[in-house]
């Protein structure tokens, strides 16, 4: 299609400014119209970037974790209004950090009870244990450093660790884009008896033929991943994925699988289009709750920024619901980006998929996403 030639360009430009490599596939229906594959998956072996390449898929994991819960909705084994202590106890006493206008910090017995809704939607109050710089991210960090010193670094481990911490505001007050997930995948592997790993195996990867997809690459596909190259005035350079991705117990929900654009294609078009070679994940209906806005208006202000302008958040995923905000695509298109430039955007009503990767830091998703939406919508819209 001749409009779509524009995103050769812009795939070019990519390689050029960024890093080496890139994969993008768009669809229509179930008809691939656009594949571009440019650049090199490693400059330094001159290995091609194609559809194989296996990428760290980072928070791109979220819609595919998001959907593998959701089929536990459906069987009744949760509510998204569950208070997650039915499942994880230590919840049941739950308290929150609390900020006195003099700047003084109390920890106060938590006033709302943390849904398995929150846990989804990031407004449950739990942060991330990166060591940033506020009080129950510097705690949640600490109780994770000590698990993963001790081997014990596990879902259940670590959701059990969130609970002793206090939440940084009242659940479903604010949005804080964090771990939250990682308690979801938690609560599946309570429900099931199986690791997260497991669970999505045989409910996701192996229906759809997602024969590339893991949280632990086996040692006999490492030679097809993706190097990560860091971006500098002076130019990229090939580099490791930070050690938490390589946690030897810790399946995270929230960024830790790789896989490749092959295999991201399937779901998202099971996802798009309700099946996917006559598999279905989940009913429309479903598909529909997931990317319904869930933020209040304080949580969607701290949500939306310029990327994610005309967008709410809903299961783990971002919801289109205005265009105005400088977007040509639907109310309701649907997805989700990973911290090292993968993408994905699944419209039900136009049924139009886009799946995009590369890898890098920064990851230039302020640039490149948003031109690839609007070259494709303004030819297939």
Known sequence: MEKLSSLDGLLEEVIIKGPAGAGLRVFKGTDLVYEGFVGYASEQKKTPFDGKTICQLASMTKPIASAACMQLYEKGKFLLTDPVSMFIPEFGKHEVFKYSPRGDITV??????????????MTSGITVN??????????LSDLSDKLEAEGKYTLQEFA???ASVPGA?????????GQSLDITAAIAEIITGMTFGEYLSRNVFEPLGMTDTYFHVPEEKKDRVSPLYFLSPEG??????????YTPHYESACGGLFGTVDDYCRFALAMTLGEYNGVRLLSDN???LMAMNRLCPQALSEFEDAYLAGYGYGLAVRTRMRSEAGSNTSIGEFGWTGGFGSWVLMD?????????AHQSIPNMEEYVHPRIRNIVYSALG
């Open 108 to 121: 106060e017995p938590a006033k709302n009870v943390v849904t398995v809704g929150h846990t989804f939607d």
């Open 130 to 139: 990166w060591h940033w710089k506020n009080p129950n991210s510097e705690a």
């Open 160 to 162: 059990k660790a969130a």
């Open 169 to 177: 505001f009242e659940a479903g007050e604010h949005y804080y884009y």
């Open 236 to 245: 990229r350079k090939e580099g490791e994925f930070p050690p938490i991705f």
């Open 286 to 288: 479903t598909i529909r």
């Open 348 to 356: 039900p009503e136009k049924k139009i998929t886009i799946v995009y």
